[in-house]
């Protein structure tokens, strides 16, 4: 059964900058296609990032195009979200999420293991 787990997520103000890691555990990591979404107090579970096996092939919502870039390590069994010009309206708790099956999907439901998320909260 694969874990994951987020960490990098904190306080920052406007403007900055926060990286956000993933680990998985499980040999299978490099098939996955893994991504990001994020969900804001009273808000759904937002699409963020997505990136297929290989690292080749990235997925970006519009809201965060050109701020955000999400990497992968597979030796490490990690993948990454690299945060910067941070919004008050980034403020949301992270989730990364595996999909074992795809190239990298913008929906939630294509994805079939969960972190339990990392907070963001961006002050202004």
């Known amino acids: 059964q694969v874990q994951l787990v987020e960490s990098g997520g904190g306080l920052v103000q406007a403007g900055g900058s926060l990286r956000l890691s993933c680990a998985v555990s499980?040999?299978?990591?490099?098939?996955?296609?893994m991504g990001w979404f994020r969900q804001a107090p009273g808000k759904e579970r937002e699409f963020v990032a997505a990136?297929?096996?290989?690292?080749?092939?990235?997925y970006y919502a519009d809201s965060v195009k050109g701020r955000f870039t999400i990497s992968r390590d597979n030796a490490k069994n990690t993948v990454y979200l690299q945060m910067n010009s941070l919004k008050p309206e980034d403020t949301a708790v992270y989730y990364c999420?595996?999909?074992?099956w795809g190239t990298g999907s913008t929906r939630a439901s294509e994805y079939h293991a969960w972190g339990q998320g990392t907070r963001v909260t961006v002050s202004s």
């Open positions: 999420a595996a999909d074992a």
């Open positions: 499980g040999r299978t990591f490099s098939t996955y296609a």
């Open positions: 990136i297929n096996w290989s690292g080749g092939s990235t």
